[in-house]
């Protein structure tokens, strides 16, 4: 699914069967909590942390993969109501990246060899 397709299809979803997208604030915050648990997962799967005895560690990855994708809708809910098209965004952005960083990562002595 493209980007565009994307935030077209939580446009409908929302019409239709979430009934009107949340303020941007409330959305935000959403964000915000959504991204906790993804960091929750990830410094349990990948960091010092271990899981809870009440946690699911078993189905980890796929409770990262869905906690992934409540950041993502989250975010494209929060693109549509700022009228910010992702994928424009997107391009922008990593046309920013490759010129201000061109040279900057090849040079950095902390990426080579890993």
Not at 16 to 29: D, P
């Amino acid at each position: 699914m493209t980007l565009e397709a994307a935030q077209k299809t939580v446009d409908e979803w929302i019409r239709t069967i979430g009934v009107r997208y949340y303020s941007e604030l409330t959305n935000m915050a959403i964000l915000t909590e959504e991204v906790g648990e993804v960091a929750r997962l990830m410094s349990r799967m990948y960091g010092e942390q271990s899981f809870k005895k009440t946690e699911d560690a078993e189905n980890a990855p796929e409770n990262l993969a869905d906690e992934m994708a409540d950041v993502l809708f989250v975010l494209i809910c929060l693109a549509n109501q700022t009228g910010v098209d992702l994928s424009l965004a997107l391009q922008k952005n990593l046309d920013k990246k490759t010129k201000r960083d061109a040279e900057r990562h090849a040079n950095n002595e902390k990426l080579k060899g890993s």
